[in-house]
């Protein structure tokens, strides 16, 4: 009986233990359990980037099968030249916005002309109230000939012609989203007769924001002008310029919310870069799964329909000081310099490619400090136009139209090959 009362209290002394956490079979301790929790964390992020690394791989590999060179597979190798024709198989006939600046009119060559859809003239100042700056040179630029004339021929052409109204200025922004339905009757008020006076075609809304606060009165303020708008002539276009990150990052543009009010979603597939060091502009894919085109158009295809996005590529470069001619060195000044594709072939650099980002770049010595330039050339261009009919997008458009010069492989690389579509034009409202 001792026996057994002695064995009964060592397993009620083994037991009171184990629920105390006191004795040889405790349990695991917090660290262990939070230090078990996070490697399933950190198990579960490795899943879905693998997954996502692979699906984006797929997407940049289906898309380089659309264009006639063949790719470099090692970075510094010498890029490609640009093949007479430049895709291998067809691609769908498909939209093709041309950004025009104020400072490009006059410049445009009938090859622009030919090989767009749609042209937006960049672009007249929405003030903090809603009203139209008058004073700046992108008004100037509106009340000009030169206007006058891009309109005309644009028309012949059968390209539809849009008036680009912006606004960049965080004060000027809050401003204006203080009051939006008020600031957006007012906007809507002073467009409408400059739409019928010039025949166009209808709105582009290049309102650049970064605040998540103004998001809910942006939307608030986009549709109200819509129906503004819309109330006097239904038929007219209206396109919304977004980051390529917006889809995901809940900051200014609630993406779902504002597709519905828009005829289309021009994405800004360009600024993608890192100012810390030499990287792309635009890279079609990102190794390290960072900002890319592939990214931006699976987080947007999660939200919106594709045939609602336009994907915007860049007719421009970035060159950066670097602290050698490493490709990616890191840079020694703050902010890399803008220059024109046409710039960058007048330079007349040798030009290397980088796999990674399927772009080019240039290095070169300039006053005694290394220089790399990152840019995007017609094979890179018709790499993104691939992609973008790859996963059904309305079409693809350019910042900016006249900053190709002479170089129409780049437009070429916009069209696919064969010409744009054409969409009907807007008659004069009623």
Known sequence: MRALVAALAALLTIGFGAATGLG??????????AAERAAERAAAQARVRARLLKQETAMASRAATAVAVNLPDRIGARAPQ??????????????????????SLGALTPADYADATVLAYYGVTIAPNGSLQTGDPGWKGFQSSAFSSLVAT?????????????QDTPSSIAALLASPSAHAARLAAALVPLLRADRLDGIDIDIEGTKASERAAFVHFVGDLSTALKRVDPRGEL??????????????????????????????????QSNAAATPNAPLASPSLGLSDVQTLLQY????????????????????????????????????????????????HPAYWDPGSSTPYTRFHFQGSDHQTWYDNPVSIALKTALAMDEHLAGVGAWAFGAEGSQQAMLRALDGPQPPAKLPLIPPAP
């Open 24 to 33: 040889a079979f405790s349990g695991p301790s917090p660290q262990q359990i």
């Open 82 to 103: 640009t093949p007479p024709a430049l895709f291998r198989r067809r691609l769908p006939r498909h939209l093709v916005l041309g950004y025009v600046p104020y400072w």
């Open 154 to 166: 644009a028309h012949r052409a059968g390209d539809r012609v849009l008036l680009t109204v912006t």
């Open 239 to 272: 396109v919304l310029d977004t980051y390529p990150q917006s889809a995901v990052d809940h900051g200014f543009f609630a993406i779902s919310s504002l597709a519905p009010l828009v005829s289309q979603l021009f994405v800004m597939g360009y600024d993608m």
């Open 301 to 348: 295809g999660a939200v919106v329909s594709p045939a609602k996005l336009i994907l915007g590529v860049p007719f421009y470069g970035y060159d950066f000081t670097t602290i050698d001619e490493t490709p990616g060195a890191p840079t020694l000044k703050r902010d890399p310099v803008a220059v024109t594709y046409a710039q960058i072939v007048s330079a007349a």
